[in-house]
């Protein structure tokens, strides 16, 4: 490699490495030519090429890997038990067929023969090399991916109203599948009939990167930076109509929130229109399920953008950086502010975000408070049904006396219901608020 020819320009610099990877991918052994020569590593002798590779020659997609780990892989993931293979590319000359996944099944695959948008190392392409017989495959570092995982068999017909993201005017604007790119809508020599929200120069439309704003003249309200996400819709801009957005924002228990200018908005449902005031237009809302299992895949702080996102939420650092979420440069933290999500102190969950360090003095004193508050409750019930028991065994006027007494009985009849009511109500409200909160505070 030619170090000359990288960019030195950060945004770009992964888009160029996964092209580099992407060909040393094929000389590992992701290639036509070299499928014949894949061994059983039981036997360590040659496996018939149609173990791994075969041709159906009126199918949609007539190139097909069925290698034993691809294909036990493919049918979890499409959820397609009667799976036979999965498509490798059929278009394009020697350089591409039969040696790329292909684009419409495997969208944003480092291994797909296009350049693409967030480009992914996903288990497909290391279990192919681990078929081959000739490595051990560390796992932990696929990536997280998601394109047409669980949409069935149907997948494999090719037939577009069949894929979830398929889009149908060609040059509309809309956001590319993960969320983090602004994309506008077409196909390729590689997507065969369909179209997607995909794009040229993906880089510029990344809405994690700040320099990004002034590119895409952002309109009212929009945020470039960290955790900020592409939502479709149609805002009125100064000059013209915009059909996606940048928008800081995050799941909270399955619900969406994002923040356009000073006021934060919630996605309940899938298609729910949010009206900004202030703005002409609207926000579609994406499906919070969707939405919310991406972003659960990815990294705290998008890896600060230093490095890339492992399965299992672990940030693999650039050269150069380090810390959990690559936010240190040869060992100094970088300054990298987030905006908050909401304008301070207008988080509903941390109003006592003032004194972080108290929350954990409170849980103490709340467990006494609410015991004492429970008893009353529980006495006025256990009173008729306790009393008549234990009257005419010892004292009826001494409470303090008789309580000892009665708890064995009371007790296995009240603590299974007021415990159990009052502690989950209390720590899953605190704990999740004190940890999103201080950690983004604290990494930068
Ligand atoms: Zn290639």
């Known amino acids: 490699m030619n170090k000359y020819h990288m960019t030195t320009e950060k945004k770009k610099f992964f888009d160029q490495f996964a092209t580099l990877l992407h060909e040393i991918y094929h000389i590992m052994g992701f290639s036509r030519q070299l499928y014949q020569f894949f061994v059983d590593p039981a036997t360590n002798k040659r496996k018939a090429l149609s173990d791994t590779y075969i041709v159906k020659n009126n199918a949609k997609f007539p190139y097909l890997i069925k290698s034993p780990h691809v294909l036990e892989y493919a049918k979890k993931y499409f959820n397609c038990p009667n799976l036979e293979g999965v498509p490798v590319e059929n278009a394009g000359g020697e350089g591409s067929a039969g040696s790329h996944w292909e684009k419409v099944v495997l969208g944003n695959e480092i291994m797909v023969a296009d350049q693409v948008a967030n480009p992914v190392l996903s288990h497909f392409t290391l279990k192919l090399l681990e078929d081959s017989g000739w490595y051990q495959i560390n796992y932990n570092m696929a990536e997280p991916y998601f394109w047409g995982k669980n949409e069935g068999c149907q997948l494999m017909t090719g037939k577009c109203q069949f894929h979830s993201n398929t889009c149908n005017t060609d040059a509309a604007e809309g956001c590319f599948y993960d969320y983090t790119f602004?994309?506008?809508?077409?196909?390729?020599?590689?997507?065969?009939?369909?179209?997607?929200?995909?794009?040229?120069?993906?880089?510029?439309?990344?809405?994690?990167?700040?320099?990004?704003?002034?590119?895409?003249?952002?309109?009212?309200?929009?945020?470039?930076?960290?955790?900020?996400?592409?939502?479709?819709?149609?805002?009125?801009?100064?000059?013209?109509?915009?059909?996606?957005?940048?928008?800081?924002?995050?799941?909270?228990?399955?619900?969406?929130?994002?923040?356009?200018?000073?006021q934060v908005y919630k996605c309940l449902y899938e298609g729910q229109k949010i009206k900004p005031t202030g703005v002409d237009g609207y926000v579609t809302c994406p499906d919070p399920k969707d939405f919310c299992a991406h972003d659960e895949a990815l990294c705290e702080n998008d890896c600060n953008l230093n490095g890339r996102c492992v399965v299992g939420n672990?940030?693999?650092?650039?050269?150069?950086?380090?810390?959990?979420?690559?936010?240190?440069?040869?060992?100094?933290?970088?300054?990298?502010?987030?905006?908050?999500?909401?304008?301070?102190?207008?988080?509903?969950?941390?109003?006592?975000?003032?004194?972080?360090?108290?929350?954990?003095?409170?849980?103490?004193?709340?467990?006494?408070?609410?015991?004492?508050?429970?008893?009353?409750?529980?006495?006025?019930?256990?009173?008729?049904?306790?009393?008549p028991e234990t009257k005419p065994v010892v004292k009826p006027e001494t409470k303090p006396v008789v309580k000892p007494e009665t708890k064995p009985v009371v007790k296995p009849e009240t603590k299974p219901v007021v415990k159990p009511e009052t502690k989950p109500v209390v720590k899953p409200e605190t704990k999740p608020v004190v940890k999103p909160e201080t950690e983004p505070v604290v990494k930068p």
Not at 199 to 223: L, M, W
Not at 339 to 354: E, I, M, R, S
């Open 314 to 387: 672990k940030c693999y650092c650039y050269p150069g950086y380090s810390g959990a979420s690559c936010g240190i440069k040869n060992g100094r933290p970088l300054n990298n502010a987030i905006l908050p999500l909401y304008k301070p102190g207008q988080d509903p969950k941390d109003k006592p975000v003032v004194k972080p360090e108290t929350k954990p003095v409170v849980k103490p004193e709340t467990k006494p408070v609410v015991k004492p508050e429970t008893k009353p409750v529980v006495k006025p019930e256990t009173k008729p049904v306790v009393k």
């Open 182 to 262: 602004q994309a506008s809508c077409k196909g390729d020599t590689f997507t065969d009939d369909c179209k997607f929200f995909t794009g040229t120069d993906f880089s510029q439309h990344d809405c994690r990167v700040p320099e990004n704003k002034a590119i895409n003249d952002g309109h009212f309200g929009e945020y470039y930076g960290l955790k900020s996400r592409c939502f479709n819709g149609r805002i009125k801009g100064k000059k013209r109509l915009h059909g996606n957005m940048c928008y800081r924002s995050e799941c909270r228990k399955g619900v969406i929130s994002m923040r356009i200018g000073d």
